[in-house]
């Protein structure tokens, strides 16, 4: 059972826009940054967003991130079949002081 | 460029112990907090352990706490985990990870480069 809160998978078809949710509460999201992690089948993850909403060098823009109280939320628009992996979302918990993960959302592109 | 290269992972029997290392490159170690994320096989991403730059101070999951141990040599610009009394939940593909922050860390940190990963099998 993850501290954070993932839909554990979500599809839409190329070019639609899609959305996967965080969940979590004053401990963690509420009152620390958090960043999202792109992971294709056999590789390491990859970050896609920090700070909310900040993406790295290199990541489109089809990429965004925000946060609103306990959740967030990332966004990706124009969807591609290359969009297809799992997502995780990620922060610190000050209740818990460790590093915590949302359980993944697997996204496929129909 | 950012490489984190680890080793040491393979099988071991439950109640053993083994020595995770993560080699790094291409910047300034020292400056900069670590972290072990592990996958169990099929499983999402959980968050192990983190340590300062200097090495002064460690986080660790409730999961591993007392069994296992964060460590680096900066003169050898490498990441270490010790794995002691080790359990059939412990198999996993181990991650090495940079953390990043502009605010505070580890609160506000973030990982920005992953190794490629090493996998533990703890089987008897």
């Known amino acids: 059972q993850s501290v954070l809160t993932q839909t554990p998978s979500v599809s839409a078809a190329p070019g639609q826009k899609v959305t996967i949710s965080c969940s979590g509460s004053s401990s963690n999201i509420g009152n620390n940054y958090v960043s999202w992690y792109q992971q294709f089948p056999g590789t390491a993850p990859k970050l896609l967003i920090y700070e909310n909403n900040k993406r790295p060098s290199g990541i489109p823009d089809r990429f965004s991130g925000s946060k609103s109280g306990t959740s967030a939320t990332l966004d990706i628009t124009g969807l591609q079949t290359g969009d297809e992996a799992d997502y995780y979302c990620?922060?610190?918990?000050?209740?818990?002081?460790?590093?915590?993960f949302g359980g993944g959302t697997k996204l496929t592109v129909l | 460029e950012v490489q984190l290269l680890e080793s040491g992972g393979g099988l071991e029997q439950p109640g053993g112990s083994l020595r995770l290392s993560c080699a790094a490159s291409g910047f300034s170690f020292s400056n900069y907090g670590m972290s072990w994320v592990r996958q169990a096989p099929g499983k999402g991403l959980e968050w192990v352990s983190d340590i300062s730059g200097r090495g002064g101070v460690t986080y660790y999951a409730d999961s591993v706490k007392g069994r296992f141990t964060i460590s680096r040599d900066n003169s050898k610009n490498t990441l270490y985990l010790q794995m002691n009394s080790l359990r059939a939940e412990d198999t996993a593909v181990y991650y090495c990870?940079?953390?990043?922050?502009?605010?505070?860390?580890?609160?506000?940190?973030?990982?920005?480069?992953w190794g490629q990963g090493t996998l533990v099998t703890v089987s008897s």
């Open positions: 990870a940079r953390d990043r922050y502009s605010s505070s860390w580890p609160q506000g940190s973030w990982f920005d480069s």
């Open positions: 990620g922060t610190w918990d000050s209740s818990l002081s460790a590093g915590v």
